[in-house]
């Protein structure tokens, strides 16, 4: 087994000698074994190598208790920003009745029988459902372990397990004055037969679940130790960088690797199904053997149109009616009827998911196994391909998930492109060195995964009293599901649920609603960017529905609660953000209101953006107003910085973010060119919570849809001008 080298000395980070349990989540065992290192948070460093060796027991398959009365929780998810290495350790804390400074978080290894996520059936994360599909799981999981610490104690004091309490670690027998923290009753309670139906607390007694906690991955994120894959070295590998084709669906034609060869430190240059990669000793070597390759492109495949003529195309698509996604009463009759519609066209570009950390992960491919450390989002797809791509059985490839500096859904991709680019290299150069494939940012930027972009076109009317008549919605857009393990549960008919999401939904109260969509069809490679579809739709919904308010003079806020009287979780979302704001009283002079209201992923959004414009046009987003509604608030904390960094990104594509192609080539290469929000450009968010006690639902991606739509709506409050085409750019100077 490969050990990682840290960016701290070996000898201060491989120190710990820790000894497992092994179990299933069904029984309980006590097995002897070394660990390997991994990621953890806040861990009591050992004085010396010699100190003595903390026992492990693993009471099910998620909850490990150390005999240094730690309590390690086995987290399921990759955590690539959005707190689930805080969040899930919470739900088994609370359960399990520990004290906070006693827990500690390992990401679980890929194994789809024990970790699946109950939503998607594979071993995965993504659509906001980590909290979701783990709550009751996590729940059940730690109330076990509870209780087989409990019964352990019963056990070896004599007394009714029903006179024993547990509190903040420590379990306890008051007629007998004993107690015993956790660590010293893990390995007994490891051999106790865990009960099939644990009795879980009641929502109104519980003390760590809804207050603001100490993030575990804090410490060794601010130290420079947490382990990403960019960080990540392992002996005798080697580096890789890829030349992938300047036009998407281009292959090579012809390749010189003469020069690049020739340099000191290169092992090999070696052409692979997506391009030409180069191996050697350091990142810098291969990439300056990249740039000395010559290499002629087939591009006869490839793309080759501009942006601005994929636009035209996609115009023509939507001249005809569309697969139908849905389609209540006549639409057309009903404006037909109307007594004046709103009818507006909507352009939404490609966007990049802009990771901090780019694609980037280390393989070994070695002795008929297949080991792979990297931030990976969908364990099980990434096996099976890996599987292939390495010709080894599933079984044999063993995923470490590390720390990803970020996804956004990039490092969900059904086919795992980098991770096979990886796999093809390392089965090229041999078993005797692990790869490390690393992409630069232009790499990330030319060759990567983008929003789709999309037109709509969308047509509503009222009546002489202000009452919505008919709702048109027609979707063109490219879908990511096409070829995809995906497609057959996604794409119905013609129509791609991640595509019209938002739309097909609409929770306003309009009896005759359309919507269609046409799938365009690129080799331009397109993923899921953060909240998918509704980052299309919920801008031109709640854009149209503000238009309607307008057109009848009526408030904004007032006149959606009038059409969401069968949605109360709308309403609630949207009743507390306008009280927050003080809707009710005027801006100060010079400021304009928007607001938007969304559900997306299952939880409900309200977004008031305060703005100000400049007179040379320069939009000003001062302040966001934001209320949220996601059930259960595990972490309020964590809920408010997955809000104000979806805020962010809203208004950062809202303001100028676009991936361009002039004939075929993308313009952007660099953030130069692709120049994200700046902080002094931040607005000041402030985010309110619904207290509820549905269950916990979404918070990664459901703070961006309403974004948009919140800063179009105040735009046009302040110039009677509809944004209708974005990025903003330029367009109010």
């Not at 000395?9 to 074994?33: D, M």
């Not at 232009?442 to 709509?456: C, I, K, S």
């Amino acid at each position: 087994m490969l050990k990682f080298l840290h960016a701290k000395p070996a000898a201060a980070t491989l120190n710990r000698r820790r000894f497992l349990a092994v179990s299933s989540l069904g029984t309980a065992g006590f097995v002897i074994g070394c660990s390997d290192a991994r990621q953890e948070a806040g861990a009591i460093d050992d004085a010396s190598a010699t100190a003595a060796p903390v026992v492990e027991s693993d009471l099910n398959a998620f909850v490990r208790i150390g005999s240094d009365d730690t309590v390690t929780v086995i987290v399921k998810h990759l955590d690539k920003g959005q707190g689930v290495s805080t969040g899930l350790p919470t739900i088994v804390a609370e359960e399990l009745d520990a004290d906070w400074s006693q827990m500690r978080f390992e990401f679980a290894p890929s194994d789809v029988a024990r970790y699946a996520n109950t939503l998607f059936g594979i071993q995965g994360t993504g659509g906001s459902t980590a909290i979701a599909n783990s709550y009751p799981q996590l729940r059940n999981a730690a109330a076990a372990a509870r209780a087989m610490l409990v019964a352990a104690a019963a056990q070896e004091w004599g007394v009714e397990a029903s006179q024993i309490v547990v509190s903040k670690g420590l379990v306890s027998h008051a007629d007998t004055d004993k107690a015993a923290r956790f660590g010293a009753l893990a390995e007994a309670a490891a051999l106790m037969t865990p009960p099939a139906e644990p009795s879980l607390k009641s929502p109104a007694d519980f003390s760590l679940i809804g207050t603001r906690l100490p993030r575990l991955d804090s410490p060794a994120k601010t130290q420079g130790t947490a382990q990403y894959t960019i960080d990540t070295d392992v002996p005798d590998m080697k580096v890789a960088v890829v030349a992938h084709p300047p036009r998407f669906g281009g292959v090579v034609k012809t390749l010189n690797a003469t020069a690049a060869q020739a340099l000191p430190g290169v092992l090999g240059v070696y052409q692979i199904p997506r391009g030409v990669a180069v191996v050697a000793d350091s990142f810098w070597t291969a990439k300056t053997a990249r740039d000395a390759l010559e290499i002629e492109w087939d591009d006869s495949a490839a793309e080759q149109r501009s942006t601005d003529r994929m636009m035209a195309d996609f115009k023509a698509m939507a001249a005809n009616p569309g697969a139908i996604a849905r389609s209540d009463g006549d639409a057309d009759k009903a404006l037909a009827g109307a007594s004046k519609v709103i009818d507006l066209e909507f352009e939404l570009p490609f966007l990049a998911h802009a990771t901090m950390e780019p694609m980037d992960c280390v393989v070994h491919v070695n002795n008929g196994r297949c080991d792979i450390w990297t931030g990976s989002q969908l364990q099980t797809l990434d096996q099976q391909n890996a599987a292939s791509a390495a010709g080894v059985p599933m079984s044999d490839v063993h995923i470490h998930t590390l720390y990803a500096g970020g996804s956004f859904g990039r490092r969900a991709v059904p086919d795992s492109d980098y991770i096979l680019e990886a796999v093809s290299i390392s089965r090229a150069v041999g078993e005797a060195h692990p790869i490390k494939l690393q992409w630069t940012r232009e790499d990330d930027f030319q060759a990567g995964r983008y929003r789709p972009m999309g037109l709509h076109q969308a047509r509503a009317g009222i009546d002489e009293g202000g009452r919505p008549l008919g709702w048109q919605h027609r979707i063109v857009t490219q879908s990511f599901m096409l070829g995809t393990p995906f497609e057959s549960g996604s794409i119905k008919d013609g129509v791609d649920s991640s595509s019209v999401e938002g739309a097909e939904q609409l929770p306003y109260a309009i009896d005759d609603v359309t919507v269609d969509l046409h799938l365009a069809r690129t080799p331009v490679p397109t993923l899921w960017w953060r909240s998918v579809g509704h980052t299309h739709n919920a801008w031109v919904a709640e854009v149209m529905i503000d238009q309607l308010a307008k057109a009848t003079g009526k408030d904004e806020v007032a006149y959606r609660l009038e059409l969401l009287k069968d949605h109360p979780r709308h309403r609630g979302v949207l009743e507390l953000v306008a009280e927050k704001t003080g809707w009710e009283q005027a801006p100060a002079e010079g400021v304009f209101r928007g607001v938007a209201v969304h559900e997306s992923f299952n939880s409900y959004v309200a977004h008031i953006a305060e703005i100000t414009i400049g007179d040379n046009g320069a939009l000003q987003v001062e302040r966001v107003v934001a209320a949220v509604d996601c059930g259960v608030a595990i972490n309020p904390d964590v809920i408010r910085a997955q809000v104000e960094g979806a805020v962010g990104m809203g208004v950062s594509a809202f303001m100028r973010e676009a991936v361009n192609l002039d004939d075929g080539l993308v313009r952007e290469q660099n953030f130069h060119q692709y120049r994200p929000l700046r902080i002094n450009e931040m607005p000041q968010v402030e985010v309110h919570i619904v207290a509820s006690a549905e269950a916990p639902t979404g918070i990664g991606e459901p703070g961006l849809p309403p974004v948009a739509p919140a800063l179009t709506n105040a735009i046009a409050s302040a110039t009677g001008k509809v944004i209708t085409k974005l990025p903003l750019g330029k367009q109010l100077a």
